[in-house]
């Protein structure tokens, strides 16, 4: 009996793995909150989760203070790009139909070209704090249109509450508990898989 609670036994390290991802997901949870912060939860952990033997809410606050001048700028511009999008997009809408076709034609390409890019830039900015804010965003972009097809499969994951949400908000709030304590590890975890070689910089 006494092996079986040894902290190198088997099912104590698993218990350990999954206490230190529940509190990496709740850390992470907790420093996006105030929402300017987000960016730079997401690239905090998504390092934290590239680093399976030190995933903790610890390595998780030291690489969150080491990115945060720089992701917080990555985040508010891209928060910036998406308010002007949104702004025109209501413009858009009240052109005439032969203006507005082509128009949104080159709305849904600009939208299309910031998610992709957001989706890369901020695992790329956790490995190079120091890289510039231009030459984040290029090469995201670049990266991520290379990898389209992981890059696709990053955004499903990170879009799965709101998919969950669109189809059952009961369910949504029934698993209330995953999305807080599991869902953001996995999903890092699940992007470190798909594109953890965005950890490499061109």
Do not use: H, Q
């Not at 910036?80 to 203006?99: Q, S, Y």
């Not at 490995?127 to 696709?152: G, I, K, M, N, Q």
């Amino acid at each position: 009996m006494s092996r079986f609670f040894d902290s190198d036994a088997p099912l104590m390290r698993l218990l350990a793995s999954m206490f230190d991802w529940a509190a990496l997901s709740l850390t992470a949870v907790l420093c996006a909150l105030p929402v300017v912060t987000a960016g730079t939860a997401l690239s905090a952990l998504y390092a934290a989760a590239a680093r399976p033997e030190d995933a903790g809410p610890k390595a998780f606050l030291r690489l969150f203070r080491r990115t945060f001048r720089t992701t917080s700028l990555l985040w508010l511009s891209a928060l910036a790009a998406a308010g002007l999008l949104a702004a025109d997009v209501r413009i858009v809408a009240e052109m005439p139909p032969a203006v507005r076709i082509p128009l949104w034609g080159g709305l849904f390409f600009l939208g299309l070209c910031l998610l992709l890019a957001g989706t890369a830039v901020f695992p790329l900015a956790s490995s190079a704090p120091e890289a510039s804010f231009a030459a984040l965003w290029r090469w995201a972009f670049f990266l991520a249109v290379a990898r389209l097809p992981r890059t696709l499969a990053m955004l499903a994951a990170a879009a799965a509450p709101g998919a969950v949400y669109a189809l059952s908000p009961t369910v949504f709030y029934a698993l209330g508990l995953l999305w807080i304590f599991a869902w953001p590890a996995l999903t890092a975890r699940l992007w470190v898989r798909l594109g953890g070689d965005y950890l490499n910089m061109p």
